[in-house]
């Protein structure tokens, strides 16, 4: 379980062995896990246990001490600009429109501020924004802040997507209209997602596969597929086949 294996199918995500220890903390213990094309995969584990930690190495931006990062078969280990990037808070510029705020992935890129805005605009309809580009963060619910987010986050690298949390500060109503907002969102998308959560019923209803890590140093307790398909809705919750996997985690945890 917790190492890579060689298969014929092309992976997009390898994370291979990872180990991170910070001064006598250690964090992370050999941590494997894969992301398939369009595939929707959720890390699941106690507070402290290294999720985060796991994610800014896989984005680059934390170096692990030992073990490989590769996307769709290609070394970038300890490499940044590849992976798009969500955190548990949105991080939007208030003194910018919400126009202004998911172009600047495009304009970092060298995209020009009215090529770059021209190239968001179309997306502000399928993210549930139209009619918002022109308001500031403040004027919007925190539920529309975190669709600001993700847009920006999308517009950063289509491909694959780390979101630690992105839901975790919202209340439980507008949680759960987020959850089945974003799969109708990706319906749309070609993104392949790896994303972190608390949450056992979030974990089940969005994902395809969930890794259950272990306390602190993180380990690769238990890997399960979710055979439920999709579309999914509310219903989910209460079918065979969830309560099934949900008894399974709290078994584990």
């Not at 930690?53 to 078969?73: R, Y």
């Not at 949450?199 to 395809?208: G, P, R, W, Y």
């Not at 890794?211 to 579309?231: M, Q």
Request: glycine share 6%; net charge neutral.
């Amino acid at each position: 379980m917790n190492s890579c294996h060689k298969t014929n199918k092309m992976k997009k995500l390898e994370v291979c062995n990872i180990k991170k220890s910070f001064d006598t903390l250690y964090t992370l213990d050999h941590v494997s896990l894969s992301l398939e094309e369009n595939q929707f995969v959720s890390i699941l584990g106690p507070s402290g246990s290294g999720k985060s930690t796991l994610f800014n190495i896989i984005a680059g931006v934390q170096q692990a001490d030992a073990g490989t990062i590769l996307i769709k078969g290609e070394d970038y280990t300890g490499k940044t600009g590849r992976i798009s990037y969500m955190y548990q808070k949105d991080l939007l510029m208030p003194w910018r429109t919400i126009l202004e705020n998911v172009s600047i992935p495009l304009i970092l890129k060298g995209t020009g501020k009215r090529a770059a805005e021209k190239e968001a605009t179309p997306y502000f309809e399928l993210f549930g924004l139209k009619g918002f580009e022109d308001r500031y963060p403040h004027q919007l619910s925190g539920g529309m802040r975190q669709r600001a987010a993700l847009l920006r986050t999308y517009l950063f690298a289509q491909d694959i997507m780390l979101l630690d949390e992105p839901f975790g500060g919202l209340d439980a109503i507008t949680k759960r209209k987020m959850q089945r907002w974003l799969l109708e969102v990706l319906d749309n998308l070609k993104a392949s997602i790896l994303f972190i959560t608390h949450d056992i019923d979030e974990a089940i209803f969005l994902s395809d596969k969930i890794y259950v890590l272990s306390d602190r140093p993180a380990k690769v307790k238990e890997v399960f597929d979710v055979p439920i398909e999709r579309p999914r809705d509310d219903k989910v919750f209460t079918c065979e086949a969830f309560i099934k996997i949900k008894e399974a985690i709290l078994n584990l945890l």
